[in-house]
């Protein structure tokens, strides 16, 4: 096993932590009361993590390609250097930073890339103590009003005590005449079980955990990535953290008194009077700027955690205008992937404070809620009946929104369509979550937008709820489906080596045909899928594809498949030019 975090060691620590997350996911999410009950933490850290290997991904594939390239580079594997993985992971996670725990994860993951990339490092355990040292200061600064019994608390602990093992492995050496470096096996696990242990105590630190009788959420997510960096560096799986909601320690009750429990007395009421919204933003800005933010921001509302540098931040904040929470943003700079979810929706008749309470309207039986890459199927899919969640390029839905949607939907049975195969972890975390709130749920692992559209071209609510999920599911593993995008550079595929700006054709996730034109690149993608047989073609156009490319490839099928129905959507602005499916 590696002595020393380098490039290979990142990524399979990316690797572990997104597993281990996958696994405990909904067990985070369940106990999720501080510092909204919202349910989502172990999906928002999923989902961060998910954003830092993916980065980290990005910088092997373009070494690996770069590699290919050079015929010269036949002696060994070519890895990208330590410092590269790093600062990739850090990045990643800083962009695709997701709820208040994972925005605070993002800072911590910048904080060790601060250390692990600076020239002159000495590496060894003494170098990742004094990382995850500054992984605790910065993700510190970066929250408004820091509270103990929260992800913070674990995170100093780790560092405590990976310090407290670097001094004793140093003592023994000296003792021992010995001048070796402290192995960073030893450190990991130490910070491993000092995470542990603060973990354990954080009900006692935090009335509203107490009361709840389970640990901080965000902390417990933490301590899943830690056990995956103990993996990734040892090869050994530290001891999992009991399943289910842990009892609370010894002294933490509902009547928690002292500082602990004043310290929480206001964070306590969180779910019955704190702000409306959930905002978060990408931003561009200087740091003279993001300062007069913070300020501003934090006037607005709580739980403010801006992490980044470098000119790029991500801003997390709970407030009641989400306006202004955004129209500060604007003043500071640039803020664009804006993500603006509502906590209000949470409680049915439970008006926010300040407004009229309203009799919520009668619950409908049944009811559809998709996931819809752009604006056009929206509207479609309204139409047939369907409360719509809108999945902007690059801007995948959290599991948040998708309970907001279900809850908008007021149904005593609802059928979820995700619509997305990278959804699945998000879309499951929503169903659990509407579950616990007496709604039925049953979620259809639709992978594309077009095995949506089939599913609901079926339903019929005055059926049977299983049946009629059956009918769906049915329907939409029926459809096969395929899209057309566009290179961004040159890499592998499963089709040979594609060069930036080609035209890839994907069926069923895999690059099947590679082309220099959109058009004939469709026509190979459908007379692959046609190949197989089929009744219905599916076309859905982006937003700047002409209506002739529609025309030419219904002209195709007819010419080619006599038996075979061709229907075109407008999609929008969506993430890919061409979406197909074939019934």
Do not use: K
Not at 134 to 152: D, F, Q
């Amino acid at each position: 096993m590696p002595q020393t975090l380098d490039a290979a060691a990142v990524r399979s620590w990316c690797a572990l932590a997104l597993d281990a997350l996958g696994r405990e996911r909904e067990e985070i999410d369940a106990i999720n009361v501080y510092p909204v009950a919202d349910g989502d933490t172990g999906t928002n850290l999923y989902l961060t993590v998910e954003s830092a290997a993916q980065a980290v991904e990005a910088v092997f594939a373009a070494y690996e390609t770069d590699t290919a390239a050079d015929t010269a580079a036949e002696a060994g594997v070519v890895r990208p250097a330590p410092g590269d993985a790093v600062r990739a992971m850090a990045h990643g996670a800083l962009i695709g930073a997701r709820g208040n725990s994972g925005t605070i994860l993002a800072q911590l993951l910048r904080g060790m890339a601060e250390v692990l990339t600076r020239e002159g490092g000495r590496g060894g355990g003494d170098h990742l103590a004094e990382a995850l040292r500054r992984a605790a200061e910065l993700a510190r600064e970066a929250v408004a009003h820091p509270v103990e019994g929260t992800i913070l608390s674990v995170a100093s602990a780790a560092a405590d005590a990976a310090e407290q093992a670097v001094r004793a492995a140093r003592t023994a050496q000296t003792a021992a005449g010995q001048a070796a470096g402290v192995p960073c096996g030893a450190v990991v696990r130490a910070a491993y079980a000092g995470a542990r242990a603060a973990l354990d105590a954080t009900p006692g630190q935090l009335a509203v955990l107490g009361r709840a009788g389970v640990v901080d959420a965000g902390g417990r997510g933490l301590l899943a990535v830690l056990g995956a960096l103990v993996r990734a560096l040892t090869g050994v799986v530290p001891a999992a953290f009991p399943a289910g909601a842990p009892a609370v320690v010894p002294g933490a009750c509902a009547d928690a008194g002292g500082e602990a429990g004043d310290a929480a007395g206001d964070a306590a009421a969180t779910d019955a009077t704190g702000p409306a919204f959930e905002v978060i933003y990408l931003l561009e800005a200087d740091d003279r700027a993001v300062a007069r933010l913070r300020a501003r921001l934090d006037a607005l509302g709580d739980s403010l955690v801006v992490v980044g540098g470098d000119g790029l931040w991500n801003v997390h904040v709970h407030v009641d205008d989400a306006g202004a929470a955004v129209e500060a943003g604007v003043e500071a700079g640039r803020p664009y992937r804006i993500r603006i979810t509502h906590f209000g929706a949470a409680h049915f008749g439970a008006p926010h404070p300040g407004t009229t309470a309203e009799r919520p309207p009668e619950q409908v039986q049944r009811a559809v809620v998709a996931v819809v890459p752009g604006e056009g199927l929206a509207g479609l899919c309204a139409e047939a009946g369907a409360t719509t969640v809108l999945a902007r390029p690059g801007e995948p839905p959290a599991s948040g929104e998708l309970v907001e949607a279900i809850r908008r939907a007021h149904a005593r049975e609802v059928v979820l369509l995700p619509n997305d195969a990278a959804l699945r972890h998000t879309a499951a975390a929503a169903a659990e979550q509407a579950r616990t709130e007496g709604v039925r749920v049953a979620l259809i692992p639709t992978r594309a937008a077009v095995q949506g559209i089939a599913a609901l071209a079926v339903h019929q609510p005055e059926r049977r709820f299983d049946e009629d999920v059956v009918a769906m599911t049915t329907a939409a593993g029926a459809t096969r489906y395929a899209e057309l995008t566009v290179a961004e550079r040159q890499s592998w595929t499963m089709a040979g080596i594609c060069q930036a700006g080609d035209v890839l054709g994907l069926i069923e996730g895999d690059v099947a045909v590679i082309g220099a034109d959109l058009a004939d690149t469709a026509e190979a993608v459908l007379g692959r899928m046609l190949a197989a047989g089929g009744e219905l073609v599916t076309l859905v156009l982006g937003e700047d594809v002409p209506d002739s490319l529609a025309d030419r490839l219904e002209r195709y099928v007819r010419e080619g498949h006599l038996a075979v129905d061709t229907v075109v959507y407008r999609g929008g602005r969506q993430s890919v030019p061409l979406l197909v499916g074939v019934e």
